[in-house]
């Protein structure tokens, strides 16, 4: 079982839907959270942190549930422009010896 | 005002040959990075630094030797291409602490034929 694992899709959605991606992770000591995104033969970028007691930024919702060991990240009213790839993100360790996991990440495709 | 930035953006070469990808971040990080992306999309690290040392080291064929002559920079050097190395190279960087976030850069498609 990967340690970080996501949803791979793809998530085909009309302009204006709501859509939810969830990224379960196995390692209980996990400390931090992250949503990235990542274009078309882009990097990625960071869409957000995920904090212990969720976070919105605009139309993104993160929330994250240590208890069942998953994080998750809401899109509401979608837009042609939030098609890419959203990589959910997750450390553990700090200082020198912090890892980044990171997830396979979920394909999105907002329609007109 | 280009934060993380690597070259070259393309490279073609043949089997054999020996390469190498540059990466500058003017961030002021001290923890740089390599990361490959190979067609399956997967993002795996290669190495890290962190203030020109050595930190992380995943399992890489020993012909990739990284370099980091100053904190700003980390260059990758590959020797005798094979085709499995063709894939996106990233660098990235970013501060020491916990929730720090990584800056990538634009990347470099490596394609050996």
């Known amino acids: 079982r990967k340690e970080v694992e996501q949803d791979p899709g793809p998530f085909n959605v009309p302009e204006g839907a709501t859509v939810a991606f969830n990224c379960t992770y196995s390692?209980?000591?996990?400390?931090?959270f992250f949503w990235y995104r990542q274009d078309c033969r882009k990097e990625p970028k960071l869409l957000m942190s995920?904090?212990?007691?969720?976070n919105e930024d605009g139309r993104f919702t993160a929330q994250l549930n240590r208890a069942s060991q998953y994080i998750s990240l809401l899109i509401r009213d979608s837009k042609l422009s939030d098609s890419a790839t959203y990589l959910c993100v997750v450390t553990r360790g700090a200082g020198n010896n912090r890892k980044l996991i990171w997830g396979l990440g979920t394909s999105l495709a907002v329609n007109p | 005002d280009t934060a993380v930035s690597q070259t070259p953006k393309y490279l073609v070469t043949q089997m054999g040959n020996d390469k190498s990808i540059k990466c500058e971040q003017n961030l002021g990080h001290d923890t740089m990075y390599w990361y490959k992306q190979d067609s399956k999309k997967f993002l795996k690290i290669m190495f890290s630094?962190?203030?020109?040392?050595?930190?992380i080291n995943e399992t890489v064929p020993n012909r990739f030797s990284p370099k980091s002559p100053d904190k700003a920079h980390l260059n990758l050097h590959i020797n005798s291409l094979e085709l499995g190395d063709s894939a996106v190279y990233f660098c990235?960087?970013?501060?020491?602490?916990?929730?720090?976030?990584?800056?990538f850069g634009n990347g470099t498609r490596l394609t050996v034929t």
């Open positions: 990235a960087s970013s501060p020491t602490g916990f929730w720090s976030p990584l800056h």
């Open positions: 995920v904090y212990s007691s969720g």
């Open positions: 630094y962190n203030n020109k040392e050595l930190i």
């Open positions: 390692n209980s000591a996990s400390q931090s």
